[in-house]
T-cell receptor, first 113, second 110 residues
Framework: DGGITQSPKYLFRKEGQNVTLSCEQNLNHDAMYWYRQDPGQGLRLIYY???????QKGDIAEGYSVSREKKESFPLTVTSAQKNPTAFYLCASRSVGDHYGYTFGSGTRLTVV | GQQVMQIPQYQHVQEGEDFTTYCNSS?????IQWYKQRPGGHPVFLIQ?????EVKKQKRLTFQFGEAKKNSSLHITATQTTDVGTYFCAGGTSYGKLTFGQGTILTVHP
């Protein structure tokens, strides 16, 4: 079955540490996205990538970094510069020109302790 | 930048009552998408509207796109307990970026 896999499901991090969230898709989708979800604020775009080796900042990119070395993979690093990293992180993908919307992964819940 | 506002933030209904959530964009959209997120889950794509004034139905769900392509609504007829969750609209621009509304959390009391 095709889909998006995010790992881990839950992640705990100490303040001052960087952490990388994994996102892998086998849908052959061109575009991939990272969103952050906080209660009452909907989904906010962190970074997105339309093609391999290229990515753009979203609305809240500060304190985050990404890479897109393979079509299937779009990992997100939450750096120590992110002031409030505790949140639910969602990865999504879609095929450029696709009229069927985004396919989301099941998310990673990051807690800073 | 583009903003998408969604109201109400919360809606509590008795099973069998109707439910509507509204979405308004600060700019003209190329399309609008709707998603449903069950409690503890991830957003799942429901539908996309592209044409001005477009109306689409999925069983008890009716989706509308405004004539000016700046607003949209989702109406659920005779809600069921399986309808609980958060409903998001997302406005799309011509260059492919989606901006999500804050979502409406629907609770259905049996």
């Amino acid at each position: 079955d095709g889909g998006i896999t995010q790992s881990p499901k839950y992640l705990f991090r100490k303040e001052g540490q960087n952490v990388t969230l994994s996102c892998e898709q086998n849908l052959n989708h061109d575009a991939m996205y990272w969103y952050r979800q906080d209660p009452g604020q909907g989904l906010r775009l962190i970074y997105y990538s339309q093609i391999v080796n290229d990515f753009q900042k979203g609305d809240i990119a500060e304190g985050y970094s990404v890479s897109r070395e393979k079509k299937e993979s779009f990992p997100l690093t939450v750096t120590s510069a992110q002031k409030n990293p505790t949140a639910f992180y969602l990865c999504a993908s879609r095929s450029v020109g696709d009229h069927y919307g985004y396919t989301f992964g099941s998310g990673t819940r990051l807690t800073v302790v | 930048g583009q903003q998408v506002m969604q109201i109400p933030q919360y809606q509590h209904v008795q099973e069998g009552e109707d439910f509507t959530t509204y979405c308004n964009s600060s700019t003209t959209l190329s399309n609008i998408q709707w998603y449903k997120q069950r409690p503890g889950g991830h957003p799942v794509f429901l539908i996309q509207l592209v044409k001005s004034g477009e109306v689409k139905k999925q069983k008890r769900l009716t989706f509308q796109f405004g004539e000016a392509k700046k607003n949209s609504s989702l109406h659920i007829t005779a809600t069921q307990t399986t309808d609980v969750g958060t409903y998001f609209c997302a406005g799309g621009t011509s260059y492919g970026k989606l901006t999500f509304g804050q979502g409406t959390i629907l609770t259905v009391h049996p």
